[in-house]
């Protein structure tokens, strides 16, 4: 069974910086595709960033390039994501997700899902 858990997430001020970094058990973690997406409050779910299974392709939303990188570590099965210079409206819930292959923005072609960690920034 698959399972993926975030953790990191926490309260900064704005301009500051936060690593979040998702665990992964019960898949074979070097196949899949992961990728971050956020939730705010009356928002839908958007996509943050994704990693390919070699880590050497990444894809990023346009609200977080240049301040987000993704990366992975296959041996210790993580997908980490950090974001500096952080901005109030980056304040939401963060979800790690796995995919099988495909780098996509897509939430509906991920597989698995974490359970998601609150960031809150503040100015």
């Known amino acids: 069974q698959v399972r993926l858990v975030e953790s990191g997430g926490g309260l900064v001020q704005a301009g500051g910086s936060l690593r979040l970094s998702c665990a992964a058990s019960?898949?074979?973690?070097?196949?899949?595709?992961m990728g971050w997406f956020r939730q705010a409050p009356g928002k839908e779910r958007e996509f943050v960033a994704a990693?390919?299974?070699?880590?050497?392709?990444?894809s990023y939303a346009d609200s977080v390039k240049g301040r987000f990188t993704i990366s992975r570590d296959n041996a210790k099965k993580t997908v980490d994501l950090q974001m500096n210079s952080l901005k109030p409206e980056d304040t939401a819930v963060y979800y790690c997700?796995?995919?099988?292959?495909?780098?996509?923005?897509?939430?509906?072609?991920?597989?698995?899902w974490g359970q998601g960690t609150q960031v809150t920034v503040f100015s």
């Open positions: 019960g898949l074979s973690f070097s196949t899949y595709t």
């Open positions: 990693v390919t299974r070699s880590g050497t392709s990444t």
């Open positions: 997700a796995a995919n099988l292959i495909f780098l996509s923005a897509l939430p509906s072609e991920y597989d698995a």
